[in-house]
């Protein structure tokens, strides 16, 4: 199956497409995991953190405050200290509550109930301090703050940590994840763009064989023609759009070919027609002007013949006058005398009239001449352009 020029030009490009297509989502895909991994590194992972940190140290400050009031029970300052450490304590609260919010992994769930557990059982040994504090109790204060407050925070402290460590462990996953997936969708959007860049290449090559090497060809021929080559034939072996290009110039070559043939035979012909017409011509005018001598011979004749018969009359009219003086001798020798006379009248008519007929037949004859020298004219003229045509059609060479 052969692939016509347009639809390889919409194939090549439909590919290049396809790369880009994929390369760009690829890209997309790529930022959006590395984009989610910071986020939930920067909205999540450190922000439990840092709400982690916050309650723990809240409520440490709450029990640093507790501790000192515990130290001096009878300084004018304690209700301000209990005010101070209850403030404390509901900002520990608060941070605690803000942790609890946010969104957790399920692997994460464990811990923070674990953690949550040490968390209330400090929580409830610090209100238990509070209130001891604020009831004078000093013993039940000491012995909470000597047996429990310790042990709690240490406990959840430790929980605290194992949860922030998993938090980072979970950060680092995901970091991991998005620094693979960024190394794979590189890999991958370089293997793209090579086979873009090949695909380039090959869409170039391919194009080039379907559209420069037929064009190159074809201008060649037409160079060809125009210097008047039109027997090399052009070879169409495609059926594609340059192959239908190559067609319809071989089919002009030969188109041309016909018409410069033919003009080429009629160019030969009236050459030939012409030569014969000017021959024709100039052996016309040679035996015009044979006649014009013949006549001009006849005319002299005529003249001389005319002359004669002048003569004869006079002498014949001499006679006459002879013959009168010799009436009683000859009456009827006088009257062929008379007949003759006439009849030499008669002849000298004739002769005017033979003259004026010459006249007119020379006259003719010269017109016929002047005929003869301008359709010789044309012959040579006509002669003169068949071959100036003959000539411009010799440029084209014919198979």
Request: glycine content about 4%.
């Amino acid at each position: 199956m052969t692939l016509t020029i347009r639809a390889r030009i919409a194939l090549t490009f439909a590919l290049l497409a396809a790369l880009l297509t994929v390369s760009g989502v690829l890209g997309f895909i790529s930022t959006q995991k590395a984009n989610s991994a910071n986020r939930d590194t920067y909205r999540n992972k450190l922000a439990e953190s840092t709400a982690i940190d916050n309650a723990e140290i809240y409520i440490a400050r709450t029990r640093l405050v507790l501790d000192r009031v515990a130290l001096h029970p009878e300084a004018s300052t304690v209700p301000d200290q209990l005010d101070r450490a209850s403030g404390f304590f509901r900002n520990s609260d608060e941070w605690w509550s803000k942790f609890q919010q946010m969104p957790h992994e399920p692997d994460e769930l464990p811990l923070i109930a674990k953690t949550t557990g040490h968390r209330t059982a400090m929580r409830d040994a610090v209100a238990a301090f509070t209130r001891a504090l604020q009831a004078g109790d000093k013993e039940t204060a000491d012995n909470i703050a000597m047996t429990q407050l310790s042990d709690l925070y240490s406990k959840m402290s430790a929980a605290n940590n194992e949860v922030k460590k998993h938090l980072y462990e979970n950060a680092k996953t995901r970091y991991e994840e998005a620094e693979s997936n960024f190394y794979l969708f590189s890999t991958v959007s370089a293997v793209m763009v090579v086979l873009g860049l090949v695909a380039a290449g090959l869409g170039w090559v391919m194009l080039r064989r379907a559209i420069m090497n037929p064009l190159n060809y074809a201008l060649e021929s037409l160079q060809d023609i125009s210097a008047g080559n039109l027997s090399k034939p052009v070879r169409a072996q495609r059926n594609d759009e340059m192959g239908l290009l190559l067609e319809s110039i071989e089919k002009t070559r030969k188109e041309l070919g016909n018409v410069t043939g033919s003009v080429r035979s009629g160019s030969e012909s009236v050459s030939v027609a012409t030569r014969e017409i000017a021959a024709g011509m100039i052996d016309l005018s040679a035996r015009t002007e044979e006649q014009a001598a013949s006549l001009q011979e006849t005319a002299a004749s005529m003249n001389e013949l005319t002359s004669a018969v002048k003569q004869n009359t006079d002498n014949a009219r001499t006679g006459s006058d002879l013959a009168h003086t010799a009436a009683n001798v000859a009456t009827r020798g006088s009257e062929m005398v008379q007949r003759v006379v006439d009849t030499m009248s008669e002849i000298e008519g004739s002769s005017r009239k033979i003259d004026t007929a010459v006249t007119q037949m020379d006259e003719v004859t010269q017109q016929n001449a002047a005929l003869v020298e301008q359709v010789t004219a044309a012959a040579q003229a006509l002669d003169t352009q068949s071959s100036k045509l003959s000539s411009t059609v010799q440029v084209f060479r014919v198979a």
